[in-house]
C-alpha cells in the first residue's frame, strides 16, 4: 500500500476555544487523525495517512472550526513524502554470522546496526558483505547463495545472511612431492622440487605451482590438494596441503599438443591426456586421432575454436601428425534484459561503481538491468594522479566520476598515472616490429639476428628492419601481394590494439598506401611510435596492453636462449609449433599484469620439452 506523509499543516485560530475535524475529501482513505480537535492558538497536523487503494491522492484539507473561532488563513496545503507517494514497498532483513557487516546500495542497510530496510518494488539492491580485521567473507545464505555478488530484485519481501570465518593465523606448511621426469616451482619463491620440497607460507598465502617436464617427458597431473591437469594449479593454504605432481616418459616420436582456455570452461580429450581449464600441454603419439570437448563453466557459454580446430560446435575432431594447438574461447552468458559494463584500469588507482559491485583493479565486469544508470568513480593511488576517462566515458574527460547509461555493452577506460613505459633496448624495438607485424612472440634466434645488426651495422635501423621482414617467405605468406593493403591495415590495428581498425584510420592508412604517400614498414613505425606518444587514456590503454605482450615476448626469447632451443636446428614442425606457441602465449594477455605473469609462469610448461634437445 502507498503511505503518504501530511506534514506542518500549519495556521492559527483566533477566538476562546474551537474544536476541529481535519479529513481529506478523498475515497477509500483511512486516517489516524483524532477528530474533534479541541484547543486554542496554533494548531499543527503532522499525521500518517494510508490509502487503502494503489492510487495518488486527489483532494483537500477542510478544517471546520465552532465556538465562534475564526481561521485567520484558510490555505491550507498537503505535502507529500517526496515528490510522489512511495509505492508499493517490501522488507528486506539482513542478518551476520560471525563478524563482519552487511550494506546495501542503494542505501538502507548497514548490518552491524541497521539489519532491515524497506525498497520500492522493482528496485535492484546490491548487497556488499566486508569481513572484520581477522576475519574473512565465507558465503551468502537466503535470497543469495555463493561467495560471489549478491544483487535482489524487490518483488517480494526478503532475507539474506552473510557468514564470516576467522582467518587462519601463523604459517603452514606446504609439501610436493614428484613422480616420473620433471620438477615443480612455486610463486612466492621456496619450493624447486626436485631439490626443496617443502616450504612453509604464512597461512592464507595463494601460492601457484608450475609443473616443469624434462626434455622428453609430459605433465600428466596433479593429485592431492591440486586436482586439474593444468601445469599450474594455485593451492590455498588455510592449513597444511600436500600435492603430488606426475610426469610421464614420452618417445622422442610423440608430439605436443596445447590447448588454452580463453574465458571460463573445460576442454577434455578422448583418448585421455587433455583435462584442461586454462593451459596445457599433453604428448600423443603420431596419428593419434584426437577429440577435444568443450564444456563451459556455470554462467558462461562457448563460443568457437581456434588453431588446429574451428567452428562453434562443442566438440573438434583432428589426427595429431605435428606439434599443434588449440584455443577454446568461453564467453559470459548474456541475461535477456541486461547489458555489461567492464572497466579497465591503466596506471596505479582503482575505480568503483554506484550501484554495482565493480572495484577495478580488482573486480572489472558487472552486469546491469538495460537503462540503469551507473556512476564511475575514479581514485588515485597513493603518489599517483587521475589522468583522465576513456572508451564509453571520454566526454566526462578528466572529471573524477563518469555517469552511463546501461543502454548497450560499454567498455570505460580510466588512466592514471605511472602507466606503462617503453623498454629502451633494441630488443624491445625488434619485439615490437614482430608483434605488430606477426602478431606473434619471436623466435629468439631471429631476434639476436635483428638486434645485432641494429647494434652493430649503421644501415640497420627498425625501419629497415621493418622492411626487410616484408622479404621473408613466412611474412609473404601472410601479406601476400595481390591481397592488397586492406587486410595488413587491419591485421596491424588487432596486433598492436587488439581490435580492428576503425573506419577513419582504415581510410587514412588505406590512402597513404595506396599513392605511394608511405610503405608499410614506415606505417609500422608511425603507428607503434603513435601509440607511445599518444597521452589520451585510449592509447595509455592500447599500449599498456602492448607492453605487457612485449614483456611476454621477450621472456618467451629468453627461456630459448636460455634452454638451448635454437629455431635453424628445429624440425619443420616443430618451428611451426613454436610460432603457433608465441601466439597462443599471447592470446589471454590484457592490460592486467596478472595475464603478463601467468603467460610468462607458463613458458617453462610450453617450451620445456625442447629444451635443450
Keep these: 500500500m502507498k503511505q503518504l506523509i501530511v506534514s506542518l499543516l500549519l495556521f ?56 465562534g473561532g475564526q481561521l485567520t488563513n484558510d490555505a491550507y496545503q498537503l505535502t507529500l513524502n517526496g515528490n510522489e507517494p512511495a509505492g508499493i514497498t517490501y522488507d528486506l532483513a539482513a542478518s551476520t554470522i560471525g563478524n563482519g557487516s552487511i550494506t546495501s546500495n542503494p542505501a538502507g542497510i548497514d548490518c552491524g546496526t541497521t539489519c532491515s530496510a524497506q525498497f520500492n518494488e522493482g528496485t535492484s539492491v546490491s548487497l556488499t558483505a566486508t569481513p572484520d580485521t581477522a576475519w574473512e567473507f565465507n558465503g551468502w545464505s537466503g535470497a543469495c547463495t555463493g561467495t560471489g555478488a549478491c544483487r535482489l530484485s524487490m518483488t517480494e519481501d526478503q532475507s539474506v545472511s552473510a557468514t564470516f570465518i576467522q582467518e587462519p593465523v601463523g604459517m603452514q606448511s606446504l609439501s610436493v612431492s614428484v613422480s616420473g621426469p620433471g620438477s615443480v616451482s612455486s610463486a612466492p619463491a621456496g619450493i624447486l622440487c626436485g631439490v626443496d620440497c617443502q616450504e612453509d607460507f604464512p597461512a592464507g598465502t595463494q601460492v601457484t605451482l608450475t609443473a616443469l617436464p624434462n626434455l622428453g617427458a609430459s605433465f600428466s597431473g596433479w593429485s592431492g590438494a591440486c586436482s586439474v591437469t593444468n601445469a599450474s594449479c594455485i593451492v590455498p593454504m588455510d592449513q597444511a596441503r600436500n600435492v603430488l605432481a606426475q610426469f610421464t616418459a614420452v618417445s622422442a616420436d610423440d608430439l605436443p599438443l596445447v590447448v588454452n ?58 589426427s595429431l601428425t605435428s606439434p599443434n594447438t588449440a584455443i577454446a574461447t568461453f564467453e559470459p552468458q548474456t541475461v ?57 566515458c571520454i566526454d566526462s574527460s578528466t572529471t573524477a566520476t563518469c555517469t552511463l547509461s546501461m543502454d548497450e555493452t560499454l567498455l570505460a577506460v580510466a588512466a592514471f598515472g605511472s602507466s606503462a613505459t617503453r623498454g629502451e633496448s633494441t630488443a624491445w624495438k625488434v619485439a615490437e616490429i614482430y608483434m605488430a607485424t606477426m602478431g606473434y612472440a619471436p623466435d629468439n634466434e631471429g631476434l639476436q639476428y635483428w638486434v645485432t645488426n641494429i647494434d652493430t651495422l649503421p644501415q640497420w635501423t627498425p625501419e629497415t628492419v621493418a622492411g626487410s621482414f616484408f622479404d621473408q617467405p613466412l611474412v609473404q605468406s601472410v601479406y601476400p601481394p595481390e591481397a592488397g593493403y586492406g587486410s595488413f591495415i587491419d591485421a596491424l590495428y588487432r596486433n598492436l590494439f587488439g581490435r ?22 614506415h606505417m609500422i613505425i608511425a603507428m607503434i611510435n603513435g601509440g607511445w606518444e599518444n597521452p589520451s587514456p585510449d592509447a595509455l590503454s592500447d599500449m599498456q596492453r602492448f607492453a605487457n605482450r612485449i614483456e611476454v615476448a621477450l621472456a618467451f626469447a629468453r627461456y630459448q636462449a636460455e634452454n638451448g632451443i635454437v629455431y635453424s636446428q628445429m624440425s619443420g614442425a616443430n618451428q611451426q609449433y613454436l610460432r603457433e606457441i608465441g601466439s597462443n602465449i599471447l592470446h589471454g594477455v ?23 634437445e
Excluded at 341 to 367: A, E, F, H, K, Y
Design 500 to 521: 580492428g581498425a576503425d573506419q577513419e584510420g582504415y581510410t587514412y592508412w588505406l590512402q597513404q598506401l595506396e599513392t605511394g604517400q608511405i610503405a608499410r614498414q
Design 590 to 612: 590484457t592490460t592486467n599484469d596478472s595475464t603478463r605473469d601467468a603467460a610468462i609462469n607458463s613458458i617453462p610448461m610450453l617450451l620445456g620439452p625442447f629444451a635443450n
Design 261 to 318: 582456455i580463453v574465458g571460463e570452461g573445460q576442454v577434455q580429450s578422448s583418448p585421455d591426456g587433455i583435462n584442461c581449464t586454462g593451459l596445457c600441454l599433453s604428448r600423443f603419439a603420431n596419428g593419434t586421432g584426437l577429440t577435444l570437448t568443450a564444456t563451459a563453466a556455470e554462467g558462461w557459454t562457448f563460443a568457437g575454436w581456434e588453431g588446429a580446430c574451428a567452428g562453434t560446435s562443442s566438440t573438434c575432431t583432428l
Design 336 to 392: 535477456q534484459g541486461e547489458e555489461t559494463l567492464d572497466v579497465v584500469v591503466v596506471g596505479l588507482g582503482s575505480v568503483t561503481s554506484t550501484p554495482g559491485d565493480i572495484n577495478c583493479g580488482t573486480d572489472c565486469q558487472d552486469s546491469y538491468i538495460q537503462g540503469t544508470r551507473v556512476t564511475l568513480t575514479a581514485t588515485p593511488a597513493s603518489g599517483s594522479s587521475f589522468i583522465g576517462w576513456g572508451g564509453a
Design 12 to 67: 492559527t485560530v483566533s477566538g476562546v476555544a474551537y474544536s476541529a475535524t481535519p479529513f481529506i475529501d478523498y475515497y477509500n482513505v483511512s486516517s489516524n487523525w483524532t477528530s474533534g480537535i479541541v484547543g486554542e492558538g496554533e494548531l499543527i497536523i503532522d499525521e500518517d495517512v494510508i490509502l487503502t487503494q494503489d492510487q495518488n491522492i486527489v483532494g483537500n484539507i477542510q478544517i471546520t472550526v465552532v465556538a
